[in-house]
């Protein structure tokens, strides 16, 4: 076999509900996952010993080591599949890295999709998943795609019942990172300073899945939320331009995505979200913007047999 070839979707959070932080540091969650035609591609080929390469969008901050979220990922599963031969993966980038969008995140899941199919591990979906969750809390919903509420750290994953429906999203990439670590923490700053009481267990918000179970984009608009964003735009202030102006422009709906800097806009048609990108990109509140629909499907084989 010479190689197999995944891809991956980016991911946004529609909702984003983030309890008190735990003893071990994490942070209990209540999410919303939603993943988008915004794409990785990783290729997986027999090699002497694991390596990895990486180039396209922000490939020069993603780490060509075993810090590389892609070779923890083969690691974990060469824990089950101990026979398995070196491995080379590379790594073609479209998804913003460190934007909030859960591009290492995703890698991973690529990087266990297609060592699982060059190593004839057999797992099947639940197994996977189990060792997605050790690697990362993002990356088990990675590997589903789709619509999906997250709990825990967003690991433990129940599909959403949703319609067919086509939500099509802007994405405004922003000129700058944010780190998830730093954010949680400006959260938590923000809220001692407060003096607010987080209830420990985040609650699913019911106006959202009620929105989505309809297919009906302005509700869906409506019942964005992100409980990072106010962290997020304390760290990085421009952002509230961009939520503002893409709000103007006559989005649905506009949200930090996940740890942000990445700004999200939900468009009421493809040829809306067009002329919104269109003027977003003009309106130079922005680095960039790309266009993207959700529900996309999970971490899938695009070529490669064995
Ligand atoms: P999340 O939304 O899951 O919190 P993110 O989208 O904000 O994550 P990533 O693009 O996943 O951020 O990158 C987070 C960090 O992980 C970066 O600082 C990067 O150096 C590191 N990293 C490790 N492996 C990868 C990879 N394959 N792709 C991107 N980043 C990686």
Not at 58 to 68: C, E, F, L, Q
Not at 99 to 128: H, I
Not at 164 to 179: I, R
């Amino acid at each position: 076999m010479t190689g197999v070839t995944v891809r991956v979707p980016a991911k946004l959070n529609l909702q984003l509900a983030v309890g008190p932080p735990r003893a071990d540091g994490y942070h209990d969650l209540v999410t919303v996952f939603h993943a988008v035609s915004l794409f990785d591609e990783i290729t997986a080929e027999p090699a002497r010993r694991d390596g990895v390469s990486v180039s396209g969008e922000g490939a020069d901050r993603v780490p060509a080591d075993g810090d590389n979220l892609a070779l923890r990922a083969v690691a974990a599963l060469r824990a089950e599949v101990p026979s398995a031969p070196g491995v080379h993966i590379t790594i073609a980038k479209r998804i913003p890295v460190a934007a909030g969008l859960a591009g290492g995140s995703g890698d991973a899941a690529a990087a266990l999709v297609a060592c699982n199919e060059l190593w004839a591990g057999g797992f099947g979906p639940p197994q996977l998943a189990e060792i997605a969750a050790r690697v990362g809390s993002d990356v088990a919903f990675s590997l589903l795609g789709g619509t999906a509420v997250g709990r825990g750290r967003g690991e433990q994953l129940t599909p959403a019942l949703a319609p067919a429906t086509q939500y099509h999203w802007v994405l405004a990439f922003a000129d700058g990172h944010l780190s998830t670590p730093e954010v949680y923490a400006a959260l938590d700053r923000q809220r001692a300073r407060a003096g607010e009481q987080v209830p420990a267990g985040p609650e699913l918000d019911p106006a959202l899945m009620s929105a989505l179970r309809s297919g009906d984009a302005r509700l869906v608009g409506r019942a964005l939320s992100n409980d990072l964003q106010p962290a997020a735009l304390s760290l990085f202030p421009a952002l509230r331009k961009t939520l503002a102006a893409g709000l103007e422009l006559g989005a649905l709906g506009a949200l930090v995505s996940g740890s942000g800097p990445t700004c999200v806009f939900l468009a009421a048609s493809a040829d809306r979200a067009l002329d919104l990108a269109a003027s977003l990109s003009g309106a130079g509140v922005c680095r960039s913007v790309a266009r993207a629909s959700g529900p996309a499907p999970g971490a899938a084989i695009v070529s490669g047999a064995r």
